[in-house]
Structures are given as C-alpha cells and as structure tokens.
C-alpha cells in the first residue's frame, strides 16, 4: 500500500468513525447478511484461505483490535482485490472495505473498531480470479459502544 493509499484510507476510517457515531439504532443479522450478498455478487464464499483475528472475549468494545489477513501470492490470478469487514449489531454492519492494488505485497488489513454488542463479525475476501473468500469470528463485548 502506497503512501497515498494509506492516506486515503486513514481519511475514510476517519470518515466512517464519524459516520457510525450519527447513525441511531442496531443493524441485524439480515441486514449484514444482505451487504454480503451485495459484495459477493451472488458467489458462494468458500471458507479457506481467509483468517480474522479478534479477541473472543473483549471488556470494553470502545477499541477493539481487528486484523484480516488473506493467504495469497498476490500476483496474477492469486490476488486480493478487496476486503471487508462486517458487524452483526453495529450501528452499521459495513465497517470497511479495502482495496488492494497490483503493488500490494501482502493482503492484510488491522484495524481497531467500536462494537455495540456482543456479535459475529464476518471477513469476506474477493480474489483476482472471482474465488469469494469468508470467515467468521463471535466476540463477546462485556462493555459496549456505539449506543448513542
């Protein structure tokens, strides 16, 4: 990732940091699963090569640390496109998206995320070649955020 690529998405994170704080209520299961259907493009997610990395059990969701990584050569057909992030109870279950250019050495991605609940959050990969990519990790929130 260039300096300009990570420029642009620390300016998106910002972005939707201030986004999530202005949106009222709790997304739904149905609805994170309908974003995933809209970033599949109908293509059934194989479950392999894909790992979300997220404490299981967190005290205080204000600052939760997060990391996608996707096993990839990242070169020709063996490469990340994009990766995304999504919430089963945050305000907004779209957390991120992240595109990885033909530069990209490594397909990963970390972040720190507020979490409103307790919740599954789910990593989908888009490969080079069409291959859809996804996981799932349930973490439980002792303090939650993101209620206003």
Known sequence: MTLAHRRQ????LGGLALGLQA????????AMQA????????RT?????ITLTVPEIVENGNSVPVSVRVESAMSGTDRVRRVALFSERNPAPDVLVA?????????QVSVRMRMADSQVLVAVAEMAD???RLTRVAVVVA?????E
Do not use: K
Request: hydrophobic share 45%; proline share 12%; with cysteine.
């Open 99 to 107: 595109h990885f250019g033909p530069a990209a050495a490594l397909a």
């Open 9 to 12: 998405a620390l300016i998106g």
């Open 130 to 132: 069409g291959e859809v």
């Open 45 to 49: 997610p194989q479950p392999h090569g």
């Open 35 to 42: 974003l995933i259907d809209r970033f599949t493009r109908g």
């Open 143 to 147: 303090l939650a955020a993101c209620l």
């Open 23 to 30: 949106l009222p209520g709790q997304a739904t299961p149905q």
